[in-house]
């Protein structure tokens, strides 16, 4: 009830291209959606958040959607630079954040 | 810096010994959150406080574990009798939630324990 389980583990995109990355959750009480992107040797950084009241976000080149009834939330990110290679989680959650396994996204130049 | 700071960064213990972290949240958050990260994993939720008071324990935060938030502000986790498995970084988050809400979470560097 509690997973959050996130595909791909890794991600291979070229310059100025769109990185999309996915994520489905299990507890139907979960209200609270964000991303975040980690540096190695940094803690993570929100990038962008959701709530179950809409279904997309777009925040500069970052977007999520979010689809209610699927329990499934994506991370688009459009055209891909070299500065955004890390690894991205996603997390759920209502009290408390459950985070996904991560996705490591390198950006070839 | 006004973000979220942790003490130390880095820490190298022996088995069986006691090791104690510290996280000064942002000035204001009345959330501060402990989480623990492994390699090749996200972070995994042990314990949060909502000023003083330690609202949820993870099943993760075994009696080994402790944590507490003695004035809303800092928080200092403590690990006994260290095994290797605990072997980790540790990450504190904080956030300002009006209400029981959700909001964001600001994390710290996190400090990085290795047990020999």
């Known amino acids: 009830q509690q997973q959050v389980k996130q595909s791909p583990q890794s991600l291979i995109v070229q310059k100025g291209g769109i990185s999309i990355i996915n994520c489905a959750y299990e507890n139907t009480a979960f209200d609270y959606f964000p991303w975040y992107q980690q540096f190695p040797g940094k803690g993570p950084a929100l990038l962008i958040a959701?709530?179950?009241?809409?279904s997309e976000k777009k925040e500069g080149r970052f977007t999520i959607s979010f689809n209610k009834s699927a329990k499934q939330f994506s991370l688009h990110i459009m055209d891909s630079q070299p500065g955004d290679s890390a690894t991205y989680f996603c997390?759920?959650?209502?009290?408390?954040?459950?985070f996904g396994k991560g996705t490591m996204l390198l950006v070839s130049p | 810096d006004t973000g979220v700071s942790q003490n130390p960064r880095h820490k190298i213990t022996k088995r069986g010994q006691n090791v104690t972290f510290r996280c000064d949240p942002i000035s204001e958050h009345n959330r501060l959150y402990w989480y623990r990260q492994t390699l090749g994993q996200g972070p995994e939720f042990l314990t949060y406080f909502q000023n003083e008071a330690q609202l949820e324990k993870s099943r993760l935060l075994s009696d080994r574990f402790s944590a507490e938030r003695p004035k809303g502000s800092f928080s200092t986790l403590e690990i006994q009798r260290t095994e290797q498995g605990d072997s980790a970084m540790y990450l504190c988050a904080s956030s300002l939630n009006p209400d029981w809400v959700l909001e964001t979470q600001y994390f710290g560097p996190g400090t990085r324990l290795l047990v020999l």
């Open positions: 997390a759920a959650g209502y009290s408390t954040l459950t």
């Open positions: 959701i709530r179950p009241d809409v």
